[in-house]
């Protein structure tokens, strides 16, 4: 098992933090009203901090620090530089996983996308976030693109 501790402070911050840039570069896909945003990421947070229960330490340790510095994606628009910093955070994040996390670090990936995926349905595209479809196709495509960055079958 490993767990923060293979990790710099640094590179904590991005693993750690992972969860939330995963949820936001879903959110940031698409053109949201700010409602939406807020419900989208609320629901993300919500889901990660009350997840199921797991011996992943990666998992854990990220549950325990999420209030503090990890747990702030920063702009959530949908604008090509939102879009692009948060996947150059997801693929640095996925490297340091890959190279220092073990057997924990593909349930770990396998759990940012679970928390991105209930991100992208918490609201709906109508008005208020409630009628149209729960997960829009640039939240599709997203959820895709981020299996894919962290080395997950995108059906994962």
Known sequence: ??????????????VGGLPYYAAAFVVASGPHH?????????AGASEFAHGPATTNRLITDAREDSAGPNGNPGPTKNTDENLHRLRDVIEHATRLIDDKAGDDGIGFKTEVVRIATAAAAASKD??????????????SAAL??????????PAT
């Open 34 to 42: 700010s409602l939406n945003t807020i419900r989208n990421m609320l």
């Open 144 to 153: 895709t693109a981020l299996a894919t960055m962290l080395g997950l079958n």
């Open 126 to 139: 109508g008005q208020f976030g409630t009628s149209g479809e729960a997960t829009n196709e640039h939240e």
């Open 1 to 14: 098992m490993s767990g923060k501790s293979v990790f710099t402070a640094e590179e904590w911050r991005t």
